[in-house]
Nanobody, 116 residues
Framework: QERLAESGGGLVQAGGSLRLSCVAS????????MGWYRQAPGKQREMVAW????????EYSGSVRGRFSISRDNPKNTMYLQMNDLKPEDTAVYYC?????????WGQGTQVTVSS
């Protein structure tokens, strides 16, 4: 069974950048479509972006399209989220999971805080 671990979050000023990483510990990472999700305080968790298993197709939520970029490195069992031009409304805990998400694969997430 895959285990997923997110990292790379932090505190950044508006307009800044961060790159999140998601490392999978299992052996079938390259078989899965994967996604990044986020949950802001008082809000439901939402999809941010997803990528197909080969890294050839990506989709983004409207609020991040043009600013965020999802990618993956299958030999390294790792997925990335490059976040540019960050805004205070991007403040949230960011999670990775399969796409669509599977209940048993949620990790601890990584906190991203954007100051104005």
């Amino acid at each position: 069974q895959e285990r997923l671990a997110e990292s790379g979050g932090g505190l950044v000023q508006a307009g800044g950048s961060l790159r999140l990483s998601c490392v999978a510990s299992g052996s079938r990472f390259s078989a899965y479509f994967m996604g990044w999700y986020r949950q802001a305080p008082g809000k439901q968790r939402e999809m941010v972006a997803w990528i197909d298993n080969r890294g050839r197709k990506t989709e983004y939520s409207g609020s991040v399209r043009g600013r965020f970029s999802i990618s993956r490195d299958n030999p390294k069992n790792t997925m990335y989220l490059q976040m540019n031009d960050l805004k205070p409304e991007d403040t949230a805990v960011y999670y990775c999971n399969m796409w669509p998400a599977l209940r048993d694969y949620w990790g601890q997430g990584t906190q991203v805080t954007v100051s104005s």
